[in-house]
C-alpha cells in the first residue's frame, strides 16, 4: 500500500514532505494516542485524562468535532482535569510526551513525521470527517506503533480510520457504548470488528499503559529471531493446530512475522509474556480463537481504492471484453478476499457505466463472485450498508445514483447488489472459479509466503479465460510467471492472461498444497545432549540409509550414508530424487515409489541392481507414504537395504573360469529377465490403471446424470419460482393500492379530526387507549408513547371521577351517556361516550368526545346573573313601578307580583 493511498482523493493532505521540519526534538521512543470524540465527548474526555498516570510518557492527540463558527475553549476545560500540558494546535506543532494536543475550530488535522499539519476544509457545506482524517495520517506515520481511541459520540466518524490502524499493525480502545452519552460512534466501531478493547473511559488509560508495557515477544529488527525462544516454534504450531481445529482454516502459508506479529498484539492485550502461555490461555478460552482469527484476516478495504486502476478497467479492460463476446455471453468475474464487498460492488457499478458509455444495442451481464474467509463480512456485504462515511471514497454523482440513505448510512441500490453472488471460501484450501474474464485479488498475496504465491499464480492462469485479466494490489506482482501474464499498463498492476508457448507442469489445485515446512522446527545444536549424540551417530552408521521425499519426489531430508544409491544430476541443480537415483535405480524407484503411493502403504523392491563406483551392488527399496505423525502426513520415506551375496569370493573364482562369450551372454540373458519384469510390472500396472479408470469414468457418468437431473429439477423449480413471483408481484401491486386507498383514507380522517377541534379519545374494551387526536392535550396529558395503557393511570384537567363508571355503562347497555364536566383551570366540556363499532358491526371499545363549551358557560352565568338583576329590580321599586300618572297599570302589576313570588313565595297571591 502507498503511504499516501488514503488521501489521494483530497488535495490538501497532499503536503509535501519538503515542508516537514528536518529534525523532530522529541524523544523517538513515546507512543501517540489518537482520540476521537463528538456529542458527548467532553465529558468522556474529562474521565480520560483525569485517568492517565503522571509520566507516562504518552502524547495524546484529540479530534474533537466543534462549532466551526465559534471560538473553542477546550484546551482550557481539559487543562482543569490533567497535570499534562494541554496545547491548541497551530501548523507544524512538533508532538511532545506528557502533552496533551487539541485540534482547533474548523480545520482538519495529519500528522506527520511526529509533526501535526492543518488544513482548511475544502469542500464548505459537507460531510467532514476529521477523525477519519487524522487516523489515517497516524496509521501511515507511526504504523504497528498506531493507537487510535473512540469515545463518545454522534455518526460514525473515526470508523474508516480505525480500519487504517488496523491494517497497519496498530491497537484499537473503544469506550463501552453503555457508558458513552451518545453511543453511535462506539458501537460503530465495535460492529465493524475493530475493537481490541472495550472498557469505559475512566479505565482505558489503565488499559492502553498496561497493553504498552508488555514487553514485545520476537524482535521487530530481526523476525526470524528464535535463538532466545526455543518454544517458540512448537507454540506456534500449536496456535495454528487450535485455529485449523476449531475455525476450519490454517495459516501456516501466511507469512510468519506477519502472524507473530498479530499473535503479539492478542497477548498485549492480554498482558501474556510467554506465547506457551497464551497457548493455554487459548485452551481455556475458545472465544480468543475466534478473536486472533479476526486479527490475522486484514479485511481492509474501501470503494475505489487506488481510482486510477479503476479508471484502467473502465476504459480499456471492459470494452475490450464486451466487444469480443455476444451479447448473451455473461461477463464472469471473482473477487477473491472480497471482506465487506466495496470492491465487488466498484467492480459492479464500474460495468454499469461502462454500459452507459458504450450505450450497446443488446443487454450485456455481469456476474460476481465475490469470496472471503470471513463469514461475518460475508454476510455484512451481502447486506450492501456501509457508514455515511464512504461519501469520502466515491463521487456525488456515484453516491446519489447508486447508493440510497438509510438509517444506518447508505445501501447499494438492489439492481447492484444482484450482480454479486457472495460466498466463503479459501483459495488455499477450496476448489477456484473457472472460466473467468477478470480476476481480482488485491492486498491478498503480500500476506503470504512466496511458495504459496508461486503456487497461487498457475492456479490463477488456469482459472482465466484466454485473455482474461488479473488485477493485483499495488504492492503485488506476478513475479517470474512472465510466461504466464503480460503487464497492462506500466503504471498499473494488471495483467493479462498469456497462452504459454511450451507445456508446463500441471497446475496444482489447493487440495494438493502441502503446508510450508520451515528449518525453525529442527533441533538446536546448543540443546543437545548425550542420548542425541548416540542417537546421531546410530543413524549414520548403524541404520539403513533413508530419505525423506513430497509427493513430488522432492529430497526434504536424508539420514545415513545414500551414495551409493543417489548422486547429483549433471547440469542445472536438481534435488529431485528420480533425477539423482544411479544407473539401475531409476525405472525401480519411480515405479515402486508410484506404486506405493497409490496403494498408499509400503512397497518394497527386491534385490535391484545398482551401479557405483564400486561395482554392481544388489539393494533393496521400501517406499513408505506417511501417514502419522500427523507433521510428516503426505511425505515418504525411502529406505535403502543393501542385501548381502554369500560366498562372493566362490562367486567371483566361478565367473573367472567362465569363458567371455559365456559371461556375455549371461548377462544379456538378465537383462532379458530383467526387461521381461519390467514389462510384466508395467503390464499389470495399466491393467490396473485401465480398471480404475474405467471405474472412474462409470462414476463420472453416474454423477453427470444426477447433475442434468438436479438441473432439470432446478430449471424446474425456477419455472416455478417465477411464476410465483409473478403471483407474488401481482398480489403485492393489489396490497399496494389497498395502501394508497388506506392512506388516503387516513389522512382524510385526520384532517376531518383536526378541522373540528374536537378532542377524540378511543378506548379498546379494557379501557385502555388506542388513538387520540392532537386536541385531547387540552383534556389530559397524553403523549404518543401512551397508547395502549389504561386510562385510569394518566393524569386528567378533568373533573370527571365517574368517567370509569360512565364508559362500563356504555359498553354495557351500547346507549351514549352524555356529561357537562368542568376542568381544573376552569374550563368546561361536553363529554359524550357512545360505542365504537366495527364494520363487522362489533363492539370494540367506546369513543369518548369533550366539546369545550366554556363560552356557552359563560353566556348563561351572565344570562342568569342579568335575570337576577332585573327581578332585583322589581322587587325594590314596589308599586312605584306600576302607577303611571296616578293609574294603576295592571300588567306592571302582575310582574311586581311575579318577581316578588320569586323572592318570598309566601307572597304569591
Same mark, same amino acid.
Given at each position: 500500500?502507498?503511504?499516501?493511498?488514503?488521501?489521494?482523493?483530497?488535495?490538501?493532505?497532499?503536503?509535501?514532505?519538503?515542508?516537514?521540519?528536518?529534525?523532530?526534538?522529541?524523544?523517538?521512543?513515546?507512543?501517540?494516542?489518537?482520540?476521537?470524540?463528538?456529542?458527548?465527548?467532553?465529558?468522556?474526555?474529562?474521565?480520560?485524562?483525569?485517568?492517565?498516570?503522571?509520566?507516562?510518557?504518552?502524547?495524546?492527540?484529540?479530534?474533537?468535532?466543534?462549532?466551526?463558527?465559534?471560538?473553542?475553549?477546550?484546551?482550557?476545560?481539559?487543562?482543569?482535569?490533567?497535570?499534562?500540558?494541554?496545547?491548541?494546535?497551530?501548523?507544524?506543532?512538533?508532538?511532545?510526551?506528557?502533552?496533551?494536543?487539541?485540534?482547533?475550530?474548523?480545520?482538519?488535522?495529519?500528522?506527520?513525521?511526529?509533526?501535526?499539519?492543518?488544513?482548511?476544509?475544502?469542500?464548505?457545506?459537507?460531510?467532514?470527517?476529521?477523525?477519519?482524517?487524522?487516523?489515517?495520517?497516524?496509521?501511515?506515520?507511526?504504523?504497528?506503533?498506531?493507537?487510535?481511541?473512540?469515545?463518545?459520540?454522534?455518526?460514525?466518524?473515526?470508523?474508516?480510520?480505525?480500519?487504517?490502524?488496523?491494517?497497519?499493525?496498530?491497537?484499537?480502545?473503544?469506550?463501552?457504548?453503555?457508558?458513552?452519552?451518545?453511543?453511535?460512534?462506539?458501537?460503530?466501531?465495535?460492529?465493524?470488528?475493530?475493537?481490541?478493547?472495550?472498557?469505559?473511559?475512566?479505565?482505558?488509560?489503565?488499559?492502553?499503559?498496561?497493553?504498552?508495557?508488555?514487553?514485545?515477544?520476537?524482535?521487530?529488527?530481526?523476525?526470524?529471531?528464535?535463538?532466545?525462544?526455543?518454544?517458540?516454534?512448537?507454540?506456534?504450531?500449536?496456535?495454528?493446530?487450535?485455529?485449523?481445529?476449531?475455525?476450519?482454516?490454517?495459516?501456516?502459508?501466511?507469512?510468519?512475522?506477519?502472524?507473530?506479529?498479530?499473535?503479539?498484539?492478542?497477548?498485549?492485550?492480554?498482558?501474556?509474556?510467554?506465547?506457551?502461555?497464551?497457548?493455554?490461555?487459548?485452551?481455556?478460552?475458545?472465544?480468543?480463537?475466534?478473536?486472533?482469527?479476526?486479527?490475522?484476516?486484514?479485511?481492509?478495504?474501501?470503494?475505489?481504492?487506488?481510482?486510477?486502476?479503476?479508471?484502467?478497467?473502465?476504459?480499456?479492460?471492459?470494452?475490450?471484453?464486451?466487444?469480443?463476446?455476444?451479447?448473451?455471453?455473461?461477463?464472469?468475474?471473482?473477487?477473491?478476499?472480497?471482506?465487506?464487498?466495496?470492491?465487488?460492488?466498484?467492480?459492479?457499478?464500474?460495468?454499469?457505466?461502462?454500459?452507459?458509455?458504450?450505450?450497446?444495442?443488446?443487454?450485456?451481464?455481469?456476474?460476481?463472485?465475490?469470496?472471503?474467509?470471513?463469514?461475518?463480512?460475508?454476510?455484512?456485504?451481502?447486506?450492501?450498508?456501509?457508514?455515511?462515511?464512504?461519501?469520502?471514497?466515491?463521487?456525488?454523482?456515484?453516491?446519489?445514483?447508486?447508493?440510497?440513505?438509510?438509517?444506518?448510512?447508505?445501501?447499494?441500490?438492489?439492481?447492484?447488489?444482484?450482480?454479486?453472488?457472495?460466498?466463503?471460501?479459501?483459495?488455499?484450501?477450496?476448489?477456484?472459479?473457472?472460466?473467468?474474464?477478470?480476476?481480482?485479488?488485491?492486498?491478498?498475496?503480500?500476506?503470504?509466503?512466496?511458495?504459496?504465491?508461486?503456487?497461487?499464480?498457475?492456479?490463477?492462469?488456469?482459472?482465466?479465460?484466454?485473455?482474461?485479466?488479473?488485477?493485483?494490489?499495488?504492492?503485488?506482482?506476478?513475479?517470474?510467471?512472465?510466461?504466464?501474464?503480460?503487464?497492462?499498463?506500466?503504471?498499473?498492476?494488471?495483467?493479462?492472461?498469456?497462452?504459454?508457448?511450451?507445456?508446463?507442469?500441471?497446475?496444482?489445485?489447493?487440495?494438493?498444497?502441502?503446508?510450508?515446512?520451515?528449518?525453525?522446527?529442527?533441533?538446536?545444536?546448543?540443546?543437545?545432549?548425550?542420548?542425541?549424540?548416540?542417537?546421531?551417530?546410530?543413524?549414520?552408521?548403524?541404520?539403513?540409509?533413508?530419505?525423506?521425499?513430497?509427493?513430488?519426489?522432492?529430497?526434504?531430508?536424508?539420514?545415513?550414508?545414500?551414495?551409493?544409491?543417489?548422486?547429483?544430476?549433471?547440469?542445472?541443480?536438481?534435488?529431485?530424487?528420480?533425477?539423482?537415483?544411479?544407473?539401475?535405480?531409476?525405472?525401480?524407484?519411480?515405479?515402486?515409489?508410484?506404486?506405493?503411493?497409490?496403494?498408499?502403504?509400503?512397497?518394497?523392491?527386491?534385490?535391484?541392481?545398482?551401479?557405483?563406483?564400486?561395482?554392481?551392488?544388489?539393494?533393496?527399496?521400501?517406499?513408505?507414504?506417511?501417514?502419522?505423525?500427523?507433521?510428516?502426513?503426505?511425505?515418504?520415506?525411502?529406505?535403502?537395504?543393501?542385501?548381502?551375496?554369500?560366498?562372493?569370493?566362490?562367486?567371483?573364482?566361478?565367473?573367472?573360469?567362465?569363458?567371455?562369450?559365456?559371461?556375455?551372454?549371461?548377462?544379456?540373458?538378465?537383462?532379458?529377465?530383467?526387461?521381461?519384469?519390467?514389462?510384466?510390472?508395467?503390464?499389470?500396472?495399466?491393467?490396473?490403471?485401465? +480398471? /480404475? $479408470?474405467?471405474?472412474?469414468? &462409470? %462414476?463420472? !457418468? #453416474?454423477? =453427470? @446424470? *444426477?447433475?442434468?437431473?438436479?438441473? +432439470? /429439477? $432446478?430449471?424446474?423449480?425456477? &419455472? %416455478?419460482? !417465477? #411464476?410465483? =413471483? @409473478? *403471483?407474488?408481484?401481482?398480489?403485492?401491486? /393489489? $396490497?399496494?393500492?389497498?395502501?394508497?386507498?388506506?392512506?388516503?383514507?387516513?389522512?382524510?380522517?385526520?384532517?376531518?379530526?383536526?378541522?373540528?377541534?374536537?378532542?377524540?379519545?378511543?378506548?379498546?374494551?379494557?379501557?385502555?387507549?388506542?388513538?387520540?387526536?392532537?386536541?385531547?392535550?387540552?383534556?389530559?396529558?397524553?403523549?404518543?408513547?401512551?397508547?395502549?395503557?389504561?386510562?385510569?393511570?394518566?393524569?386528567?384537567?378533568?373533573?370527571?371521577?365517574?368517567?370509569?363508571?360512565?364508559?362500563?355503562?356504555?359498553?354495557?347497555?351500547?346507549?351514549?351517556?352524555?356529561?357537562?364536566?368542568?376542568?381544573?383551570?376552569?374550563?368546561?366540556?361536553?363529554?359524550?361516550?357512545?360505542?365504537?363499532?366495527?364494520?363487522?358491526?362489533?363492539?370494540?371499545?367506546?369513543?369518548?368526545?369533550?366539546?369545550?363549551?366554556?363560552?356557552?358557560?359563560?353566556?348563561?352565568?351572565?344570562?342568569?346573573?342579568?335575570?337576577?338583576?332585573?327581578?332585583?329590580?322589581?322587587?325594590?321599586?314596589?308599586?312605584?313601578?306600576?302607577?303611571?300618572?296616578?293609574?294603576?297599570?295592571?300588567?306592571?302589576?302582575?310582574?311586581?307580583?311575579?318577581?316578588?313570588?320569586?323572592?318570598?313565595?309566601?307572597?304569591?297571591?
Amino acid at each position: 500500500m502507498k503511504e499516501n493511498e488514503h488521501f489521494n482523493t483530497n488535495e490538501r493532505a497532499k503536503y509535501s514532505r519538503d515542508n516537514a521540519p528536518e529534525k523532530n526534538t522529541a524523544k523517538a521512543d513515546f507512543q501517540i494516542v489518537g482520540i476521537g470524540a463528538s456529542a458527548g465527548g467532553v465529558e468522556a474526555l474529562l474521565a480520560f485524562l483525569g485517568n492517565v498516570p503522571e509520566n507516562s510518557d504518552l502524547a495524546f492527540v484529540i479530534v474533537q468535532h466543534m462549532d466551526q463558527t465559534q471560538k473553542s475553549f477546550l484546551a482550557e476545560i481539559l487543562q482543569r482535569a490533567t497535570t499534562m500540558k494541554v496545547i491548541q494546535v497551530s501548523e507544524n506543532t512538533s508532538v511532545q510526551p506528557n502533552c496533551v494536543y487539541v485540534i482547533p475550530p474548523n480545520k482538519e488535522m495529519s500528522i506527520q513525521r511526529r509533526v501535526l499539519h492543518l488544513f482548511d476544509f475544502s469542500v464548505p457545506h459537507t460531510l467532514h470527517l476529521p477523525i477519519d482524517f487524522f487516523f489515517r495520517s497516524l496509521a501511515v506515520d507511526q504504523k504497528e506503533s498506531s493507537i487510535g481511541v473512540i469515545l463518545s459520540g454522534m455518526g460514525a466518524d473515526g470508523t474508516a480510520g480505525l480500519r487504517a490502524i488496523k491494517e497497519r499493525g496498530g491497537v484499537v480502545f473503544i469506550q463501552e457504548p453503555s457508558s458513552a452519552k451518545f453511543d453511535d460512534m462506539p458501537r460503530s466501531a465495535i460492529e465493524a470488528g475493530l475493537a481490541d478493547v472495550v472498557s469505559s473511559a475512566e479505565t482505558l488509560p489503565s488499559k492502553i499503559v498496561a497493553y504498552l508495557e508488555h514487553k514485545p515477544l520476537i524482535n521487530k529488527n530481526d523476525h526470524d529471531q528464535t535463538d532466545n525462544l526455543p518454544n517458540l516454534p512448537s507454540s506456534f504450531d500449536n496456535i495454528m493446530i487450535l485455529l485449523r481445529s476449531k475455525i476450519g482454516h490454517d495459516f501456516s502459508s501466511y507469512k510468519k512475522n506477519t502472524v507473530y506479529r498479530r499473535i503479539e498484539r492478542r497477548m498485549g492485550i492480554h498482558q501474556i509474556d510467554k506465547i506457551a502461555t497464551y497457548v493455554s490461555y487459548l485452551q481455556e478460552n475458545p472465544q480468543e480463537l475466534d478473536l486472533l482469527f479476526k486479527e490475522l484476516l486484514i479485511g481492509v478495504t474501501s470503494f475505489f481504492r487506488e481510482p486510477m486502476e479503476w479508471e484502467l478497467l473502465k476504459e480499456k479492460v471492459i470494452p475490450a471484453l464486451l466487444a469480443e463476446r455476444a451479447p448473451s455471453n455473461t461477463l464472469r468475474v471473482w473477487v477473491s478476499g472480497c471482506a465487506t464487498g466495496e470492491e465487488a460492488y466498484s467492480l459492479a457499478i464500474v460495468f454499469k457505466e461502462v454500459l452507459e458509455q458504450l450505450k450497446p444495442s443488446q443487454d450485456y451481464s455481469m456476474q460476481i463472485f465475490a469470496t472471503d474467509l470471513d463469514r461475518d463480512a460475508i454476510d455484512k456485504a451481502r447486506e450492501g450498508i456501509f457508514p455515511a462515511n464512504i461519501a469520502e471514497d466515491m463521487s456525488p454523482e456515484r453516491l446519489n445514483r447508486y447508493l440510497v440513505k438509510v438509517d444506518r448510512g447508505y445501501q447499494v441500490v438492489k439492481t447492484i447488489r444482484d450482480m454479486v453472488i457472495f460466498a466463503q471460501q479459501s483459495m488455499i484450501k477450496d476448489p477456484p472459479f473457472t472460466k473467468i474474464d477478470i480476476l481480482t485479488c488485491r492486498n491478498l498475496l503480500i500476506y503470504l509466503t512466496p511458495e504459496m504465491q508461486k503456487k497461487l499464480m498457475p492456479l490463477f492462469h488456469y482459472s482465466l479465460n484466454p485473455g482474461g485479466f488479473l488485477f493485483l494490489g499495488s504492492a503485488e506482482a506476478v513475479g517470474n510467471f512472465t510466461d504466464l501474464f503480460k503487464l497492462v499498463d506500466r503504471k498499473s498492476r494488471l495483467y493479462q492472461r498469456l497462452q504459454p508457448l511450451l507445456l508446463t507442469e500441471p497446475v496444482e489445485f489447493p487440495t494438493t498444497f502441502a503446508p510450508t515446512w520451515s528449518s525453525t522446527t529442527q533441533p538446536s545444536a546448543t540443546v543437545q545432549n548425550i542420548q542425541s549424540l548416540a542417537d546421531k551417530l546410530i543413524l549414520q552408521h548403524y541404520s539403513p540409509p533413508t530419505v525423506l521425499v513430497n509427493e513430488k519426489g522432492d529430497i526434504l531430508y536424508i539420514t545415513g550414508r545414500t551414495g551409493k544409491y543417489l548422486e547429483p544430476a549433471a547440469g542445472k541443480v536438481n534435488w529431485n530424487i528420480f533425477a539423482m537415483a544411479r544407473e539401475g535405480l531409476n525405472y525401480k524407484l519411480s515405479n515402486t515409489f508410484y506404486k506405493a503411493l497409490r496403494q498408499k502403504e509400503a512397497v518394497t523392491y527386491k534385490n535391484a541392481v545398482v551401479k557405483n563406483e564400486g561395482g554392481s551392488q544388489m539393494v533393496d527399496i521400501t517406499v513408505n507414504p506417511l501417514k502419522e505423525p500427523e507433521a510428516l502426513r503426505g511425505m515418504v520415506m525411502i529406505v535403502f537395504t543393501d542385501v548381502v551375496t554369500p560366498n562372493v569370493t566362490e562367486i567371483i573364482n566361478t565367473t573367472e573360469r567362465i569363458p567371455a562369450n559365456t559371461q556375455r551372454e549371461a548377462e544379456l540373458e538378465r537383462e532379458l529377465m530383467q526387461a521381461r519384469q519390467v514389462w510384466q510390472d508395467a503390464s499389470t500396472e495399466m491393467q490396473i490403471s485401465q +480398471e /480404475e $479408470l474405467k471405474s472412474s469414468n &462409470e %462414476e463420472l !457418468q #453416474s454423477s =453427470n @446424470e *444426477e447433475l442434468q437431473s438436479t438441473n +432439470e /429439477e $432446478l430449471t424446474t423449480t425456477k &419455472e %416455478e419460482v !417465477q #411464476s410465483l =413471483n @409473478e *403471483e407474488l408481484k401481482t398480489v403485492n401491486y /393489489e $396490497l399496494q393500492v389497498k395502501l394508497d386507498d388506506l392512506s388516503l383514507a387516513t389522512n382524510d380522517m385526520k384532517n376531518l379530526l383536526d378541522s373540528t377541534k374536537i378532542a377524540t379519545l378511543f378506548l379498546d374494551n379494557s379501557l385502555c387507549v388506542k388513538r387520540f387526536t392532537n386536541q385531547m392535550s387540552v383534556v389530559s396529558k397524553l403523549i404518543s408513547s401512551d397508547a395502549g395503557r389504561p386510562i385510569t393511570d394518566i393524569a386528567s384537567d378533568l373533573f370527571y371521577p365517574e368517567m370509569t363508571e360512565d364508559v362500563g355503562e356504555v359498553l354495557r347497555t351500547l346507549n351514549t351517556v352524555e356529561k357537562q364536566v368542568k376542568a381544573y383551570n376552569g374550563c368546561w366540556f361536553n363529554a359524550r361516550i357512545l360505542p365504537y363499532r366495527t364494520l363487522e358491526d362489533k363492539i370494540d371499545g367506546v369513543v369518548i368526545t369533550f366539546v369545550n363549551i366554556t363560552e356557552s358557560k359563560v353566556l348563561e352565568a351572565e344570562l342568569r346573573k342579568t335575570k337576577s338583576a332585573l327581578e332585583q329590580r322589581f322587587v325594590d321599586q314596589g308599586e312605584e313601578l306600576i302607577q303611571v300618572d296616578g293609574m294603576v297599570d295592571e300588567e306592571a302589576q302582575r310582574g311586581y307580583r311575579q318577581a316578588a313570588a320569586c323572592q318570598d313565595p309566601e307572597r304569591r297571591e
